[in-house]
Nanobody, 123 residues
Framework: QVQLVESGGGLVQAGGSLRLSCTAS????????TAWFRQSPGKEREFVAAIAWSGSTTDYAASVKGRFTISRDDATNTVNLQMNSLKPEDTAVYYC????????????????WGQGTQVTVSS
């Protein structure tokens, strides 16, 4: 079992930055791949970014590539998502998810989920 807790959401103006954090407990964190997904009302859950268990492999959705950076700190069991140059279309509830070892972009492949944190970008 892995328990995930997100933090760092909030309200920001377009062009601003936010840093989301996902802290894990339970299964050894060093063996999990961790991803961020987002969902806005009336839309399906959307892949944002992911980092493999080793930290050497990352993947990003085309819509956030170059603006968002995912990183992990195994010493604190934390995965961070640095979000820069935010746009109103980035507004959503952001979820942290985990699965063993390797990255997947399909949310159905993830076994563990956090409760979500709201990100709102005003124009």
């Amino acid at each position: 079992q892995v328990q995930l807790v997100e933090s760092g959401g909030g309200l920001v103006q377009a062009g601003g930055s936010l840093r989301l954090s996902c802290t894990a407990s339970g299964r050894p964190f060093s063996t999990t791949a961790t991803a961020w997904f987002r969902q806005s009302p009336g839309k399906e859950r959307e892949f944002v970014a992911a980092i493999a268990w080793s930290g050497s492999t990352t993947d990003y959705a085309a819509s956030v590539k170059g603006r968002f950076t995912i990183s992990r700190d195994d010493a604190t069991n934390t995965v961070n998502l640095q979000m820069n140059s935010l746009k109103p279309e980035d507004t959503a509830v952001y979820y942290c998810a985990a699965r063993p070892f390797t990255i997947r972009t399909n949310h159905l492949a993830y076994d563990y989920w956090g409760q979500g944190t709201q990100v709102t970008v005003s124009s």
